[in-house]
Each structure stands twice: as structure tokens, then as C-alpha cells.
């Protein structure tokens, strides 16, 4: 196994692949149909250009670099590029508690880089129009049922994370193709409820980013992503080993 | 069985080793004897290098086409 300074890094940079493309996708289609007036709160322009397209075209923004990164750094780190994902592992014992502060500072460090880099590149256009894809639960959705929706979509993510990867009878070599498009079918159904994080890392970069270079500060709102994607993706470990346990 | 490659060479002699790639008899002298990492792990636990190895039996024949045929880098 290589050093834990070297799986950190890969960490790092794997995070900062998942939420540049990810949430770069979210800007840019808020800026595309920034001309696009949005008929009522609840339709922040995301979904002014394709309807539920729009978040289709983010979660798949978001799961191909996810795929890409697990082929990529899978050996060398897990690439877990997700604090909930390496907390789960380690509630059920598959993962060393040395290791989980590393971990979780390297992909909060990734993801805050990201955020970073996406407003140098597009301008201050990504903070002020995109937000710099920063999630928060849309209008009439309130705090704890936007804690139960990250719940149940990191739930989703856990578990086929757990089927496809972590059980020892999961056929090779699918995990990242699977995996990413669990995150793309998620973010379809929950990004106009919650943003559909699932990570609170991915939400962390934006949310840093924008209190830093003045967009809305939103950290009332963090709880949501720590709480929901923390709670849903132990939940689906535990679950997940409880259902396979064969009994004698 | 005979060692084939001694054979070639006009000798006989009692073949104590199979290549595991072409079915060749070996004698002791023309039997090469590599270890082969294993390793565990992957997506999502970093792959690790356990301490076993795994012998296996070779011609040189075989030994040099897998040697050229090796993947690049790792």
C-alpha cells in the first residue's frame, strides 16, 4: 500500500476532478439560461433549458468524473472523494480510524481548490450567477426533509457502493461505471429538492468559495449535508452487511 | 518425460518441472522459477501487496515472451 501522504494527495485531487466538472456543470447551465426568466422561486433556471435534462446532464457531468476518478485512483487511495463514503467504511470496520482525519482534510482541501479554480477560470460570473454550484434545499422544502432527502440519496450511493465494490462476490471491474451512474440518477430526482450533495465535501468547496469571494453565504444550510449523506451512507453499510449476513 | 530444451541440444534427460505456459519439460537446469506479486484490494480500499507470492514454472522461451510482453510502468 503506498503512504498515507500519497493516498491523501490522491484524495485531494480526486475530489477536486469530482466537484470541478460537477458543480462547473451547474454553473455553467446557470449561467446559459441566466436570460431565461424564472417563472417562480422554486425554478432557479437550472431546468429552463431541458426540464429534469438539465440535472440529468449535471449528474452525469458529476458521475463520469466520478467514474474516471475511481478507475484512476481506486488502488491507490479507494478514492472515496466523499468524507460520508470514508466515515461509513470505517463504521463498519473496512477502513482504519488513523486513516479518516487525513482522508476527510484532503477531500475538504480538494474540493475547496475546485471551487477556487472554477471562479479564476469563469470569472466572477461563477460566484455571482452560479453560486459556484453551491447546494441549498429549494423553496418549500424544509431543513429536516432536506436532511431525509441527502439521507436517502447518499443511502442509495452507500448501497451501491457496498454491492458493487465492497462485497467480495462483486463482479470486477464495474464499480466506477456503476457507482457514477447512481450518482447521476440521484442528482436527477434530488437536485431540485436539495441539490443532491450527497458529499459534504462537494458542498463544502462551493460554500467556502462563495463566503470568501462574496456570493451568498449559505453555512446555515451545511448541517443539511453533514447530517444527510453522514446518517444515509452508515445506514447502508449497516444494512447492506445486515441483509447479506448469511445465517447458519 | 524429457526435458525438451536438452533435447534440442542432442541430450536426454529426465524432465522434473512443466512450463505453465506451453506444457514443456524441464530439467532442473533449464526450469526458470519466478515469483508473482499478489495483491489485494481495490475500489474502495487502497490495493495493498500481501507478503505471499506465488511461484510458477517457465521456459526461457516463455519467460523472455512475457518479459518482452509486459505491461509498461506499474
Not at chain 1, 432557479?44 to 476518478?69: E, N, Q, V
Not at chain 1, 465492497?166 to 451512474?181: S, Y
Amino acid at each position: 500500500m503506498v503512504s498515507l501522504m500519497k493516498r491523501s494527495v490522491a484524495e485531494l485531487i480526486g475530489t477536486f476532478i469530482l466537484v470541478f466538472f460537477g458543480t462547473g456543470a451547474a454553473i455553467v447551465t446557470l449561467m446559459i439560461s441566466k436570460g431565461q426568466t424564472p417563472p417562480n422561486s422554486f425554478n432557479i433556471g437550472i431546468g429552463a433549458l431541458g426540464g429534469l435534462g438539465d440535472w440529468l446532464a449535471i449528474g452525469l457531468a458529476f458521475g463520469l468524473a466520478i467514474a474516471a476518478c475511481i478507475y484512476g485512483f481506486g488502488k491507490i487511495s479507494g478514492c472515496h472523494i466523499n468524507p460520508a463514503v470514508t466515515i461509513a467504511l470505517w463504521s463498519v470496520k473496512k477502513f482504519p480510524s488513523r486513516d479518516v482525519a487525513p482522508y476527510v482534510v484532503a477531500q475538504l482541501i480538494g474540493a475547496a481548490l475546485a471551487s477556487f479554480a472554477l471562479a479564476y477560470i469563469i470569472g466572477m460570473g461563477a460566484v455571482t450567477t452560479g453560486g459556484l454550484g453551491a447546494t441549498a434545499p429549494f423553496e418549500g422544502i424544509g431543513y429536516f426533509q432536506a436532511i431525509l432527502a441527502e439521507t436517502i440519496g447518499t443511502f442509495l450511493l452507500m448501497l451501491a457502493i457496498m454491492g458493487v465494490a465492497v462485497d467480495r462476490e462483486a463482479p470486477p471491474g464495474f464499480a466506477g461505471l456503476i457507482i457514477g451512474l447512481t450518482v447521476a440518477g440521484a442528482i436527477t430526482t434530488l437536485g431540485n429538492i436539495t441539490g443532491a450533495s450527497l458529499n459534504p465535501a462537494r458542498t463544502f468547496g462551493p460554500y467556502l468559495g462563495d463566503l470568501v469571494l462574496g456570493g451568498t453565504n449559505l453555512w446555515a444550510n451545511f448541517p443539511i449535508y453533514i447530517i444527510g449523506p453522514i446518517v444515509g451512507a452508515v445506514l447502508a453499510a449497516f444494512v447492506y452487511n445486515y441483509l447479506s449476513e448469511e445465517t447458519v | 518425460m524429457k526435458c525438451y530444451i536438452c533435447a534440442e541440444e542432442g541430450k536426454s534427460t529426465d524432465a522434473v518441472a512443466i512450463c505453465i505456459v506451453c506444457g514443456m519439460g524441464l530439467c532442473m537446469d533449464h526450469a526458470i522459477r519466478q515469483e508473482t506479486e499478489l495483491w489485494t484490494g481495490g475500489y474502495p480500499f487502497p490495493a495493498e501487496k500481501i507478503d505471499e507470492t506465488m511461484p510458477r514454472i517457465l521456459c526461457k522461451y516463455c519467460a523472455m515472451a512475457l518479459k518482452k510482453g509486459a505491461p509498461k510502468g506499474g
